[in-house]
């Protein structure tokens, strides 16, 4: 990454010097995991260009909107509805939270025992090394679980423009109508920010747009029940990784350029892997950048990721909204029931998760699911026993999995991966 940006960042306010370690550890990660794979699709260097310029080039074309009087939005959580931002001529990028950074700072303001994603959101606000939250006009929080409603109120001393919209937790009529009054506050609170009205027009281009990005990636994942798979776990966790933080057109052009070159080895037979590897569905919490760990230990373990049942994956992108409606009402209440699909832990009772997972394993011919949980992640955790249950009353091998951001435990992590592997074969 060119030098040009450190005034970028340092009026940012950003730390130099830690975000300079930020990015060497960034840097070198991503060489190792990322660019040691071989056959890759030629079209994932439009992904690794991206990743060297996450906190430079993309930051930039930020502060350009900013400069041009368009407001940026960021976000910790997929409920929060893109297509809104969009159609009051904002821009939403997603928000750091996928590596351990200022972690004895931030034990001075939450609980040791916090979940290792909250405990990461602050640790790059603390720690001045996320451009993306330093760029942003509204920084918007989301009361899902817990652990993330208290961590919010503290939050709020952090920053001067923190928005905090609530989330139902029981999927009912009640549940429906709770949504639907926050995402009309939500629609208010973005049009004051910006100044513009959502109109029937730039609601109606909002939802296409976002439509488009969603099928891309959704393409991209159909692709991956070919056998052989077409492209590792890794890179298509990459591609649903940079679906929070590139320019919608140019992000979803670029995924279909991609599905466009896997076409052609498909039809061939070829893959990245050999036929019959060992099929791994992954389930349950979101992997951010740079959160490569489990997906790293799988690939290299011998078997192939096919699927993610995550935020950052199908649970995140597969459902479509209507974009039909004639009124900003109409339309407003097909995202209220896009949105409402979303089958997240916070959830009870949740059996929409324990069928998807399922309906996952059939369509992606997946051998067995390793499910993810971030440690104190209690929601997720929580869940992973029914899971698992349920799973194996269908016989179908799963792999409890329970960790955080660091590496301490990867030899542990490899020996598990490695036998449930062996146990697929």
């Not at 498909?266 to 050999?274: H, L, M, N, R, T």
């Not at 059996?351 to 992640?377: E, K, S, W």
């Not at 349920?390 to 960790?403: A, H, M, Q, S, Y």
Request: glycine share 6%; with cysteine.
């Amino acid at each position: 990454m060119s030098d040009d940006y450190r005034q970028m960042w340092k009026d940012l306010g950003l730390d130099l010097d830690a975000h300079d370690a930020l990015l060497g550890v960034l840097g070198q990660g991503y060489q190792q995991v990322f660019l040691s794979q071989q056959d890759r699709p030629e079209g994932m260097a439009y992904f690794d260009f991206v990743m060297s310029e996450v906190h430079g080039l993309r930051i930039k074309e930020l502060l350009d909107e900013k400069a041009a009087g368009r407001k940026i939005v960021g976000s910790y959580c997929v409920f929060v509805p893109e297509e809104i931002v969009l159609a009051a001529n904002a821009t939403l990028v997603g928000l750091c939270s996928g590596a351990d950074f200022a972690t004895e700072d931030v034990e001075k303001l939450l609980q040791r025992n916090t979940c290792a994603l909250i405990k990461s959101s602050f640790g790059f606000k603390i720690g001045k090394v996320c451009p993306y939250l330093e760029s942003a006009d509204m920084i918007v929080g989301e009361n899902t679980c817990d652990g993330k409603k208290k961590a919010y109120e503290t939050l709020g001393t952090l920053v001067d423009n923190l928005y905090v919209m609530d989330l139902p937790q029981v999927k009912s009529e009640n549940g429906n109508a709770l949504l639907k009054a926050e995402y009309r506050r939500f629609k208010a609170a973005v049009e004051i920010l910006t100044g513009v009205a959502v109109t029937t027009e730039s609601l109606k281009l909002a939802i296409r747009t976002v439509n488009a990005k969603r099928a891309a990636i959704h393409r991209l994942s159909l692709l991956r029940k070919a056998d052989p798979a077409p492209i590792s776990g890794l890179d298509a966790l990459l591609a649903n990784q940079v679906f929070f933080y590139d320019n919608p057109a140019r992000f979803t052009d670029s995924v279909n350029k991609i599905c466009d070159e896997l076409e052609k080895p498909i039809a061939a037979k070829q893959g990245v892997f050999p036929e019959k590897t060992p099929r791994i569905l992954v389930s349950g919490c979101p992997q951010a950048v740079p959160n490569w760990k489990l997906p790293m230990i799988v690939e290299t373990a011998g078997a192939v990721i096919v699927g993610e049942e995550s935020c950052v994956g199908e649970r995140g992108t597969r459902n479509l909204t209507d974009a039909s409606g004639q009124t900003v009402d109409e339309m407003l209440d097909a995202i209220v029931d896009r949105y409402f699909k979303v089958d997240c832990a916070i959830f009870t009772p949740n059996p929409d998760r324990l069928a998807h997972i399922q309906q996952m394993v059939t369509d992606y011919n997946a051998d067995g699911v390793i499910h993810y949980g971030l440690q104190f992640c209690q929601p997720y955790l929580m869940e992973s026993i029914p899971v698992e249950k349920v799973l194996e009353e269908k016989n179908i091998p799963c792999l409890r999995i329970e960790t955080d951001y660091s590496m301490e435990d990867v030899g542990q992590l490899t020996t598990r991966v490695e036998a449930f592997v062996e146990q697929l074969r």
